[in-house]
């Protein structure tokens, strides 16, 4: 299984930005992905980008102002968020997966520990 590091979350105003990495160790997986967990509420898609081909996939709440990319040479992908809104606030994990479905989070086989992000309003 791959190794996932989160960074970047963070305390931020609505309105505002923040950017997210995942560093992964090993190249097994096809897709890597973003979710969201908020309190009492279950494990949401957020973003996902194939790796080789770089196609991205969105959730609807957040097109327009996220976007997931990669670097392939330091095996990392980023979310970029902007336009943040209190109900972003959430934990957000980076997934690995080693197929080609990227919506459901039992499509991914590896998980990072999370980062926080919470948007004040």
């Known amino acids: 299984q791959e190794l996932l590091v989160e960074s970047g979350g963070g305390l931020v105003q609505a309105g505002g930005s923040l950017r997210l990495s995942c560093a992964a160790s090993?190249?097994?997986?096809?897709?890597l992905g973003w979710f969201r967990q908020a309190p009492g509420k279950e494990r949401e898609f957020v973003a996902a980008i194939q790796w080789s081909g770089g196609n991205t996939y969105y959730a609807d709440s957040v097109k327009g102002r996220f976007t997931i990319s990669r670097e392939s040479a330091k095996n990392r992908v980023y979310l970029q968020m902007t336009s943040l809104k209190p109900e972003d606030t959430a934990v957000y994990y980076c997934?690995?997966?080693?197929?080609?479905?990227?919506?459901?989070?039992?499509?991914?086989?590896?998980w990072g520990q999370g980062t926080q992000v919470t948007v004040s309003s």
């Open positions: 090993g190249r097994t997986f096809s897709l």
């Open positions: 997934a690995a997966s080693r197929s080609w479905r990227w919506a459901l989070p039992t499509d991914y086989t590896s």
